[in-house]
C-alpha cells in the first residue's frame, strides 16, 4: 500500500514554471503585516475599513436621502413665500436702460389676469397682486432710478425682475446696476423684455438671439422673456411664482423688513425724540423685542414692543381693487390698520434688553504706554552727543598735534583692539587705508617713534570717534548737485517704498519710530505694544471665528416669526428722521445679531472695480456699504497675504485684491462689501467691491520704507556708501540694521566715515558699480477714527466707464 500511495502521488517535472516573488522593497506587505499582528487591527485603519465598506446599495440610498432633503428644503423655502399664511412673494422690477418702463411692466402684469384682486400701498412704490389662479400672493416693488433704492429693494428682495431693452439690451448705468447687485448678493432673477410686437417679424428671431447672446455673458443659464401679450403676462407670472428662490447668507441670518407704514409719535407735545412705528412683513429669521434694530442712516436702537397687526393684502376678497386715485384714503387706511386689531406679541424686558454701549469706556490708568516722553527722548539725545564727543587724554610725544594722536594707540586697548579685529578684515583695511589720501600717509611716517625715551612727553586732548581727515577736500556744492542727479534717477525707476533722507533733519528723528527687521515673515511682533488711543475704545474677541459660529448657529428665539404683518415701536427716535424720510423712497430695517453694535477694526478683503481709473489713496474718505450697514471712514490699505504682519499699500492696487482697515461696528460674515467714493461735483462712483473679512485689532499692518545709498569705493566685499544718511550720528543709529543690495547681497554697517554720511559697509560678496544699498525699516500704522454713520445716505452714483469699453453692441446697429 505504501508503494501505491509513492506512485500516485504527483511530482513536478524540471519544467515546471517559477514566477518570481513580490518585492515589497524596504516596507512590508499587507500580508507580513497581517501574520504578525495575528488579526490585531488599529482603530484608525479599522473605522477607515468601515467607512469604504458601505454597500453599493447603501451609497445609493445616502445619495437619495440628501437628494430628498435638498428638496424639501428648496419646497419649504418655496412653500414659506406668496402663500395664504405667508408673506406675499417680493418681486422688484429694475428697468436697466432709460427706455424701460418699470411701472408699465408692472400693468402689463396686473391685467393679464382679470380674476386676480390688485391694491397699490400709500407711496405708491408696493402693488399687491393676489392670483386665485395659481393660489399666490405677489407684491411688485418699482424702486425710484437711483442705486441706494435699487440696492435696498434687491436687499429684502425674493427675486428680482430686470427689465431690459430690445434694441441695446442694457447701456453702461444698467451695467453698473447688475454690478453692484453681484457683489451685494443677487436673489433669483429673470430678465425680459417689451416692444417686440413693434418690431418686423421677420427680425424678431435674430434680435431675440443677440439679446440672448449679450444676456448669456452675465447670466450663464438665464432666459430671456417676452411680455407683448396676456399670455406671456400669465406665463411670466406663473415663473415668478414658482422659480427657485436664491439664498442670500447675510440676509436670511437676519430679521428684516420692507417698511409699509412709517408713522412717528413724540414722548411730549413738542419733544424732539419719540417712538417710531414701522409695519411690514418679517422676512429672515425671527425678532426679539430685546435685542436691536438698525434704521440706515441713523444708527442702532432699542425696541419697546412688537405688535401684530392685520394682514393688508389678504388672499380673501375683502382688498380693494386698485384705483387710480385716492391714495390719500389709503394712507389714512394704512395708518388706521397699525391700531386697529392689533395684537401685542411682545413687549421689552429691561434686564433682558440689548444695551446700545458701542464704545468701551477707557481707563487711564490701565495698560500704561512705554513710548518714550519727550523730555526722555531729549535726555537721551545729549547723552549720545557726549558719547560722540568724549574727550580722552593720551600721553604723546611733544608737537604732537591731535589729528596725529588720535592713530596712536594706548597700550591698555591694544591688545584689546587686535582681539577684535578678523584677519580677512585686517587684510582688507590695509587696502583702506592704502586707498586714503597721501598727506594722510606722509603724517603717519613723520610721526615720531614711542620707543624713543629721550623725547619729552605731553598730555593732549583727542576726539574719539571722529575720522577728520576724510573730509578736507569735502565739496557740498558738488555733493548736492550730485544727489539731484541720483533722485532724478530714482524718479524714473518709480521704486514704491523708496524715501529719501532729509538733510535738514536728523534721520533717528524723522524715523524714530520705525524698525528694523531680520525677517519681515519670521520676526516676533508684539500686537499689544504701543497700541494707541483709540485701541482702548474698542471692543475684542478672544476667538472671532469661534464666535461667529456660536452666533449664526444658535436658535433665534422670538414671539415674531417670520410671514406676520407686524408693527415694530422703536423708541428714542430723533424727530429729524422723519423730517428726511421719504415715503416715495424705501425703507429697510433690519435687526441686529448680538454684539453687533460694538466697534472694532475691522477687515475688508476688497478689490478694484475695473470701470474706476482714478487713484485712490490710502487714509482717504470714503463710503462702505457692509451688508444692511452704511457708514463712510478713511481707510487704510494693506496686502491680502498670509503671515502675521501685512504690508501698508499706499494706493489702491489696479489688479490685486487688498485689504481695507477701518474702525466700524463689528458684523459678522459673510457679508457682502461695496466701497463708493463722492467726486467733487456731489455725485458718487463704484470704486471697489469684496466681503467682510475678519474683525481681528491684532492684525499688524506695517509700513515700509527703504533707505537707498549709493557705492563710491568698492575694494572686495567692502564698499564706501554715500546718500543714505548725511551725519556720523545716524549711522551709529541704525548701524545694527542689515543691508541689502538691488542684486540681491546682503550686509552690515562697518563704521561711520568722516562727518557727512559716508560709511564702510561689508558684504557677503563683491558689489557691482551700479547697485543700489538699502535699509528697510518698519513701523505699525493704525487707522484714524473717522467713522460717521450719518453720511449721506443717498447715492448718486454715475457710471465711469472708458470710452473703450462702452457696452453698446454693434450687432444692434442693423436694427
Known sequence: MAANSEQETHRSGPFKQHNKTHKTGRHRSKGQIETVGKGRVSVKTQSRKNKHEISKVNRRHQAVQRRQTKREETLARKRNVGGKDTPPHLVAVIGLHPDCDAKGLVEKLQSCDESAIQSVNSNGIITDLCVPRFNKRVAFVTPPPDMTSILDAAKTADSLLCLVSPLECWDSWGDLCLTCLFSQGLPA?????????????????????????????????????????????????????????????????????????????????????????????????????????????????????????????????????????????????????????????????????????????????????TWPTEEELAEAEATLEESNTKQTVKRVPKGTSEYQAAWIVDSDHEGQSSDEDDSEDENEDVEFHDARSQDDSDDERQAPSQADTDMDFDSVSVTEGNKANYDVDFDEDQEKAMLEKYREERMQVMFPDEVDTPIDLAARQRFARYRGLKSFRTSPWDPKENLPQDYARIFQFENFNRTRKRVMAEERLGRAEP????????????????????PKKLLVVFGMLPHEQKMSVLHFAIKRYHNFTEPVKSKERLIFQVGFRQFSACPIFSQHSNGDKHKYVRFLSKDDAVVATVYAPI????????????????????????????????????????????????????AVVRYMFFNREDIMWFKPVELHTKWGRRGHIKEPLGTHGHMKCIFDGKLKSQDTIFLNLYKRVYPKWTYDSTCQRALNVTSCTPMGDMTHDEDMDDY
Open 189 to 369: 432673477t429673470t430678465l425680459v423684455t417689451q416692444g417686440l410686437d413693434k418690431v418686423p417679424i421677420k427680425k424678431r428671431n435674430d434680435i431675440k438671439k443677440v439679446l440672448q447672446k449679450k444676456i448669456e455673458k452675465r447670466f450663464p443659464d438665464k432666459k430671456l422673456y417676452t411680455l407683448d401679450t396676456e399670455q406671456e403676462g400669465l406665463l411670466l407670472l406663473r415663473h415668478l411664482t414658482d422659480q427657485r428662490l436664491q439664498p442670500i447668507k447675510w440676509r436670511d441670518t437676519r430679521p428684516h423688513l420692507l417698511a409699509r407704514a412709517v408713522t412717528f409719535e413724540p414722548q411730549e407735545e413738542e419733544g424732539s425724540i419719540g417712538t417710531l412705528k414701522v409695519s411690514g412683513f418679517l422676512r429672515g429669521s425671527p425678532l426679539t423685542v430685546n435685542g436691536l434694530i438698525h434704521l440706515p442712516g441713523f444708527g442702532s436702537f432699542q425696541m419697546s414692543q412688537i405688535d401684530m397687526t392685520p394682514d393688508p393684502c389678504p388672499m380673501t376678497s375683502r382688498v380693494q381693487k386698485r384705483k387710480t386715485k385716492g391714495h390719500e384714503s389709503m394712507e389714512a387706511d394704512d395708518e388706521s390698520q397699525m391700531e386697529e386689531g392689533a395684537i401685542v406679541l411682545d413687549t421689552a424686558d429691561p434686564d433682558k434688553q440689548e444695551n446700545l454701549d458701542s464704545e468701551a469706556v477707557p481707563d487711564p490708568m490701565e495698560g500704561e504706554q
Open 563 to 582: 410671514g406676520c404683518y407686524i408693527t415694530v415701536h422703536i423708541s428714542n427716535v430723533n424727530r429729524s428722521f422723519m423730517d428726511d424720510y421719504n
Open 667 to 718: 458684523t459678522f460674515p459673510p457679508t457682502t462689501v461695496l466701497v463708493f467714493k463722492q467726486n467733487i461735483d456731489g455725485t458718487h462712483s463704484l470704486v471697489a467691491t469684496g466681503s467682510m473679512l475678519s474683525a481681528n485689532p491684532d492684525r499688524i499692518v506695517t509700513k515700509k520704507i527703504s533707505l537707498s545709498g549709493h557705492p563710491l569705493k568698492i575694494i572686495n566685499r567692502q
